[in-house]
């Protein structure tokens, strides 16, 4: 698991990142996976019933969670040799107000289910979330 929109950046636990500010006038990060053995989907189909679960969520150091709930897609993961990836999906943090997450420790978690199948991945990383 990491951050990026075209590429996957694994960041150092710990590690100082800019949350991005949006468009809206909200905050989020853009999160990704790489994954191998298990079933990737179909990344052209959307609706298709082999596509995994994709869960992101972000928690302040307290269990709090920072993220609106929203980060969850259910959708096929890209070929990348014998891996799979699922690039620049949007992290919604709940506070439009960037006062109260600037310098908060966190940690960026992920769930990947298989889909029809109790196959679970989970990742996670503790990040030090900046203000645009």
């Known amino acids: 698991m990491g951050l990026g929109e075209a ?33 990737v989907g179909d990344p ?29 897609y259910r959708q096929g993961l890209s070929r990348d040799g014998e891996d799979a990836t699922l690039l620049g999906r949007l992290v919604v943090l709940r506070s439009r107000d960037p006062s109260t997450f600037d310098g908060a420790l966190a940690t960026l978690s992920v769930e990947v289910r298989e889909a029809g199948s109790a196959t679970v991945l989970r990742d996670s990383v503790s990040l030090t979330l900046q203000a645009p």
């Open 7 to 39: 590429f996957l950046r694994v960041p150092e636990s710990g590690e100082q990142v800019t949350v991005v500010a949006g468009p809206q006038g909200g905050f989020h990060l853009l999160a990704g996976i790489r994954v191998c053995g298990i079933e």
């Open 44 to 72: 052209e189909d959307p609706l298709s019933p082999d596509n995994p679960r994709v869960v992101f969520a972000v928690h302040d150091d307290r269990g709090q969670q920072l993220d609106d709930g929203a980060a969850i």
